[in-house]
């Protein structure tokens, strides 16, 4: 039995549900399932849109709704950011960059398109790194992990408030197995063909004397389509990138089965070697890489379903067991390691030699790539090895290594299930991740740094695979960089643009009205309406501080007097102190907290009243900056 999640590709935020994901952090390409069905993006209706020429560069930018019923840009609604990028002389588009965008509510009488609220505006973004939190943030994304105690954890590796960056977790009935699917017994290889329409898992992965194989199960429908046998496991699995041919791994019968997509069927069984260990489809040569543990490797022609080339690394030496064959991202390359040995083997696979053998750390079993590297993880070393990409067709050229120190033990985890990833790149930056079982952490490493820049755990859980959902801004065509997010709150925000590379900055308001419907559902839950009244928001140690607030009831609208336990409670980011204070009622429905903040900090001050059924999660909450200056766009009244 095996499990599929399934959930809305829109903005995620703590308590949705989670994606499509299992299937994905066991082996296989993530499949993203719009939370709009087709055709739902309406035109430019309701869309606000903005031109800002500087620095060379003439940028068009719009956010438009999503829905096709929404009345112009409305609070907590889906929209969509599009961004023009061209150089202002030519017209020509700016391809390959990496534009970031964040919304925020204004404070006061801000001018959100200020050159100087902008800079300090994208100042704050920008150094916060990591853990720089917004209201909107078009550059998400998520880290999702398969833990060693049954269970997906979805973290965001930028968000914290006390302490926590864990937005939600998925319980398994084993870890990275849960009972949903019958699949067939003891399934193990799950993996998405590239157009995303079928989702293969293999079973039979003891390789005992029970046939193994593959079963289909259409990704829409999550229906089971077919179940085809090809041999004991255990199993690999790769896909042509046409979508035409799968190729299965039979360890157990040393031998490698080739299906037809369009037909479902078992096309034929090819002999590679003794005991085939990983498949992988080299999109330059258009040919399946077998890697076999007695140290050779293989190539299969998916149209003769024969073989085409056979390498042996080590012709003049005892065989080392190869791992687990992995490609750059233009699918030339072959990386493959040697696990029982301290040596990558580099595959041309257009030449189809072997062109080079690094040697590296004990152990290597795992291997990842940015555009410019590939990262080697060990099972006996904390050092990872990233190994230049770059002249790997000069057959005279050497390959640089660098050692990079990721924690306290080895970096890759034995426990890691077979086909997962664990060294995965992190979005629109040169930077990777590392799942790290030894520390309980996930490092986040800088390309051209001495170390990781940070880290984060879920719970000090181990993470054994790692997954990134991407939801920044992409290149939808040359020049132009959409991405989706949800709303936040209504009232007049500044969006702020910001390109590292050509170096360029803008921002402009936008004007975000209330969403009556979702204001009576949220009324008609609320107990009592608590509205923010304008006042200080900045003190020093020691001083007093006055919050004011108006109490209303929901249905009618009017104030609500008499209230004898209204409640306020102010704590001290990240939690390390807080204190509960009676209000002060001061008629027509308002009141009154008085606090001397202790120290320099970030409060947070909310409101509460067990009478009228007020807990203080349900109400809005006031930043106050202690000692400290608050941000030029905080958006908190």
Not at 151 to 177: C, N, Q
Not at 533 to 560: F, H, K, M, Y
Request: net charge negative.
């Amino acid at each position: 039995m095996m499990s599929i999640f399934r959930a809305d590709a829109g903005p995620l935020r703590a308590g949705t549900r989670l994606a499509l994901v299992v299937a994905s952090l066991c082996g296989g390409a993530v499949l993203a399932q719009s939370a709009h069905p087709e055709g739902a993006v309406a035109g430019v209706e309701g869309a606000q849109t903005k031109v800002i020429e500087s620095g060379g560069l003439r940028v068009e930018a719009t956010l438009k709704p999503l829905a096709e019923s929404a009345d112009g840009l409305q609070a907590e609604d889906p929209v969509e950011l599009s961004l023009d990028f061209r150089y202002a002389d030519s017209g020509e588009p700016l391809i390959g960059a990496y534009p970031a965008a964040w919304l925020d509510l204004l404070a006061g009488d801000v001018d959100g398109s200020d050159e100087t609220t902008c800079r300090q505006a994208i100042a704050q973004r920008v150094g916060g790194g990591l853990m720089s939190a917004s209201e909107v943030d078009f550059n998400e994304y998520l880290v999702l992990t398969l833990d060693n105690e049954a269970s997906v954890s979805v973290v965001d590796p930028r968000f914290s408030f006390g302490g926590s960056r864990l937005l939600a977790r998925v319980p398994l009935d084993a870890p990275g197995v849960d009972a949903r699917l019958d699949v067939g017994r003891q399934p193990g290889r799950m993996a998405i063909q590239p157009d995303g329409a079928f989702l293969w898992v293999t079973h039979g992965a003891d390789g005992g004397q029970a046939t193994g194989g593959v079963t289909v199960v259409d990704t829409r429908g999550l229906r089971i389509l077919r179940q085809i046998e090809t041999g004991t496991g255990p199993h690999d699995i790769a896909f042509s990138d046409d979508n035409r041919r799968v190729f299965v791994v039979n360890r157990g019968e040393q031998t490698v089965s080739v299906l037809s997509v369009a037909e479902l069927r078992h096309l034929g069984d090819v002999k590679t070697g003794r005991f085939p260990t990983s498949v992988a489809w080299s999109k330059a040569g258009g040919l399946a890489w077998v890697a076999h543990a007695d140290g050779t490797l293989a190539a299969i022609d998916p149209e003769t379903l024969a073989v085409s080339a056979r390498i042996n690394p080590y012709p003049e030496s005892p065989p080392s067991r190869l791992g687990r064959v992995s490609f750059e991202a233009q699918g030339r390359f072959a990386f493959v390691p040697a696990p029982d040995s301290r040596h990558v083997h580099i595959i041309d696979t257009a030449r189809q030699q072997l062109i080079r053998t690094v040697e590296v750390e004990e152990s290597p079993i795992e291997i990842g790539f940015s555009d410019q590297l590939a990262y080697v993880a060990h099972l006996g070393s904390p050092i990872v090895m990233a190994l230049s990409l770059e002249g790997l067709d000069d057959p005279d050229g050497n390959t640089v290594a660098i050692e990079i120190p990721i924690g306290q033990g080895p970096t890759a985890s034995a426990a890691r299930p077979f086909g997962t990833a664990s060294v995965v790149p992190a979005p629109g930056a040169a930077a990777m991740l590392f799942a790290h079982g030894a520390d309980r952490a996930v490092y986040y490493y800088m390309e051209g740094m001495a170390a990781p820049m940070g880290s984060f755990t879920t719970s000090r859980l181990e993470a054994r695979a790692l997954m990134v959902l991407d939801r920044s801004l992409r290149e939808q065509q040359p020049g132009l960089y959409t991405g989706k997010a949800g709303l936040g709150r209504p009232g007049t925000h500044q969006l702020a643009l910001f390109l590292d590379s050509p170096r360029w900055m803008g921002c402009f308001q936008v004007e975000v009205a209330r969403n009556p419907e979702l204001e009576a559902r949220r009324l008609q839950r609320q107990p009592l309406v608590v509205e923010l009244l304008p006042g200080q928001r900045q003190a020093r140690p020691g001083q007093s501080l006055t919050i004011e607030v108006r109490l209303s009831d929901p249905n009618s609208g009017e104030p609500v007097s008499g209230i004898q336990d209204a409640l306020g409670l102010t704590v001290l980011s990240p939690g390390v102190w807080q204190q509960r204070h009676d209000l002060a009622e001061l008629g027509d429905g308002r009141y009154q907290l008085t606090f001397e903040p202790p120290e320099s900090g970030v409060y947070y001050v909310s409101f509460a009243s067990a009478s009228r059924g007020l807990g203080f999660g349900k109400s809005p909450f006031v930043t106050v900056h202690v000692g400290t200056e608050p941000p030029a766009n905080a958006g908190h009244p």
